[in-house]
C-alpha cells in the first residue's frame, strides 16, 4: 500500500500514544504512524514516559485532554486499571490491560497481546485446537497467550515455568476461565519436561532468554527435545531469530518470531481506536525497518 505523506499535523490531529517507562526504545510509534499515512488519517501516535508515581495524572491527562487511546506498557499495565471505567472480561481476568479507547472520557481498557498472538498463529496457517501445546513461562506475555489459546480448545496445554508456583498459578486462572480442561503445570527443571516437549505439536516461548542484549545463550530447552513435525514460536522480537528458533529450525521445524505477534497486537488496537481495518503489511513494514534501526 502507498504511503500518504500529505498528512500534516494541524488543528484536528487526533493523538494516540503508548505509556510506559522507559518507553523511548518503543517499537510503536513507527508502527502506528506508518498506519496512519498509508491510510492518510489525520492521526499521530506518540511516546509518553510516565513515571509510576504519575499514573493519576496520566490518566487525568488522558481525560482532560481527549487524547483518543493509548497504548500501556511496562510497568504500569496493571496501575492503570483503577483509573478506568471498564475493562474487557480477559482484563479482568489477567488484571492488566494494553490498551485504552478513550471516547468521549470514558476509558476502557484491553488486552491485545493474547488475541494478537493468535492472529499471528492464523496468519502462518496455524492454530492450537486440538493440538498439544507447551507454553514456556508464565510472566505477563505468557498469561495472555495461555488465555487466548485455551479459547481455542487445544487438546492440551501445558504451563512449564522455572518457577513452579507461578506456573500452577497460572494453570488455576486458565482452568477457572472455564477455556480448558486439560491444563497443567510442570517446573522447568522437572524430568518430564524432556517427554512434554518432545510430544507437544506447538511449543510456545514466552521467556525473554535469548533477547538482546543476551541474544547468545543457551535455549530455554534443550534443542534435543524438539522434532521436524512442530511449530516453534519465540515471542521475543529482538533478535527475531532467536536460539530457540535457530535450533528449531535445524530440525526442520517450523518457526515463528516475535514480531507478528507485535504487529498484531498493535493492529487490534489500531481498529479500536479508528474503526478502520488495520493495514497490517504497512506495520510490518515499519516495525522490522524499526528494529533493523535499533540493531545498528
Ligand atoms: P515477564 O513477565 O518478566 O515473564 C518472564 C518469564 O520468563 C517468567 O515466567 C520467568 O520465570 C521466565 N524466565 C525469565 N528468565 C528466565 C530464565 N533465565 N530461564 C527460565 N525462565 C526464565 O516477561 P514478559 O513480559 O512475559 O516478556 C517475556 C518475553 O516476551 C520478552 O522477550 C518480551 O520481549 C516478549 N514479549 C513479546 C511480545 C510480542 O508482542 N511479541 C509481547 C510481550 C512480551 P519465573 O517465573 O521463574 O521468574
New binding site residues.
Given amino acids: 500500500m502507498p504511503r500518504n505523506s500529505s498528512v500534516e499535523i494541524d488543528g484536528a490531529t487526533q493523538v494516540v500514544g503508548v505509556i510506559g517507562w522507559p518507553v523511548k526504545h518503543s517499537l510503536s510509534p513507527p508502527m502506528h504512524n506508518a498506519a496512519f499515512r498509508a491510510l492518510g488519517l489525520n492521526w499521530v501516535y506518540v511516546a509518553f514516559e510516565v513515571h509510576p508515581d504519575g499514573i493519576a495524572e496520566a490518566m487525568a491527562g488522558l481525560r482532560g485532554l481527549a487524547i483518543r487511546g493509548l497504548n500501556v506498557t ?1 510497568p504500569h499495565k496493571a496501575a492503570v486499571v483503577p483509573h478506568l471505567d471498564e475493562i474487557s472480561p480477559v482484563s479482568q481476568t489477567l488484571g492488566v490491560v494494553n490498551t485504552i479507547d478513550n471516547v468521549d472520557g470514558h476509558l476502557s481498557g484491553d488486552s491485545t ?1 493474547g488475541p ?2 493468535m492472529r499471528a498463529l492464523a496468519e502462518a496457517g496455524e492454530g492450537v485446537t486440538e493440538n498439544r501445546v507447551v507454553l ?9 497467550v495461555a488465555l487466548a489459546a485455551a479459547e481455542e480448545a487445544p487438546e492440551e496445554l501445558v504451563i512449564v ?3 513452579l508456583e ?2 500452577i498459578e497460572l494453570a488455576e486462572l486458565v482452568k477457572q476461565a472455564g477455556r480448558v480442561e486439560a491444563v497443567r503445570a510442570i517446573a ?1 527443571d522437572s524430568p518430564e519436561v524432556a517427554d512434554v516437549v518432545n510430544s507437544a505439536h506447538v511449543i510456545i516461548d ?4 535469548g ?1 538482546y542484549p543476551h541474544a547468545d545463550v543457551a535455549p ?1 530447552i534443550s534443542p534435543k527435545w524438539l522434532r521436524r513435525c512442530q511449530l516453534v514460536c519465540d ?4 533478535p527475531r531469530n532467536t536460539v530457540l528458533l535457530q535450533a528449531a529450525r535445524e530440525v526442520g521445524a517450523r518457526a515463528l518470531d ?5 504487529v498484531h ?1 498493535g493492529a487490534i488496537a489500531f481498529e479500536r481506536w479508528t474503526s478502520q481495518e488495520a493495514p497490517v503489511e504497512v506495520m510490518r513494514l515499519a516495525l522490522l525497518e524499526a528494529l533493523d534501526r535499533a540493531a545498528r
Fill in positions: 511496562i497481546d494478537g498472538f514456556i513461562g508464565a510472566g505477563g506475555s505468557a498469561r495472555a515455568n522455572r518457577t507461578r506456573a522447568l514466552s521467556t525473554p532468554v533477547m530455554v515471542l521475543t522480537y529482538n516475535g514480531t507478528g505477534m507485535l497486537q
